[in-house]
């Protein structure tokens, strides 16, 4: 019986995992929304750089000082729950934000895809 359910636990485990990881190949393209305004590893853009965004708290990209009173005040430090829930309505997650993109990402896959990809372009 305990055999059978570690089993079935790592079964429905499976899943979870492997859509967290994304496709950050896909997610190359679905960057190219973001890439409008934002850079990857260069200035320059009318957002901030998104290098290594994820794990860095909101509002604190070096050389960057569009941001909004809302966004530095957010307390938010970027994690992957909080950036995916961004790149779908960042409106609703830091309401007064300067950011302009009413459309979101609104593909659950692209979003997973996005975050593989943004993650897959950080070079600490």
Known sequence: MKKWV???AMILAVPAVALAEGDAEAGKTVFNKC??????GADGGLGPNLACVAGRKAG????FAGYSDALKGSGITWDDDKLKAWFEADDKVVPGNKMIFPAGVKDENDRENLLA???SECKQ
Do not use: F, P, Q, R
């Open 6 to 8: 570690l089993a079935s």
């Open 35 to 40: 890439g409008v305004c934002h850079k990857i």
């Open 60 to 63: 604190t990209a070096e050389g």
């Open 117 to 119: 990809y943004l993650k």
